[in-house]
Structure formats: structure tokens, C-alpha cells
């Protein structure tokens, strides 16, 4: 699997509950950290919730999303 970069959609593979997200939101890679460790800025608009949290998360607590977010979405409306 490919590292993530800068606006690629990332689906966390962890819960982090000090900021109330769980494990399969998705949000946007908005920076990416080199030290003191390999790291990325990831920006969630958690559902319930009126604001966004951004989250510095380490590698093996994502994976990149490919494809269309939608996928699902369209075939249910087919």
C-alpha cells in the first residue's frame, strides 16, 4: 500500500478518543511531518459534529482511500 500524501483522502485504521474519532472516518491529508518521526496532518469533519479536528497521525494509523468515496453511493442509486 502507498504512503499517503498532501490531499489524498485517508481512512484511519485506529481509534483516537481523546479527539472522538474511531476507527474508519475518513478525513484529508492537509500536511505531512518528517520529524521526530514520519507523520501526517489529517484534517475530519466527524458526523454530528459543526467543526472539523485536525490530528497529527502516524503512518500505521491510516490507509489511503483509492477510488471514488461515492462508490457505494452511486450504485445504490442504480
Do not use: K
Request: aromatic share 8%; proline share 5%; net charge negative.
Amino acid at each position: 500500500m502507498r504512503q499517503p500524501h498532501v490531499d489524498d483522502f485517508v481512512r484511519l485504521t485506529r481509534d483516537i478518543p481523546e479527539l472522538s474519532l474511531h476507527r474508519g472516518e475518513v478525513g484529508v491529508v492537509r500536511s505531512t511531518w518528517f520529524a521526530p518521526a514520519l507523520a501526517y496532518e489529517v484534517e475530519f469533519h466527524p458526523i454530528g459534529l459543526d467543526h472539523q479536528t485536525r490530528a497529527l497521525v502516524l503512518a500505521e494509523q491510516l490507509e489511503v482511500e483509492e477510488g471514488s468515496l461515492f462508490e457505494n453511493d452511486q450504485l445504490a442509486l442504480t
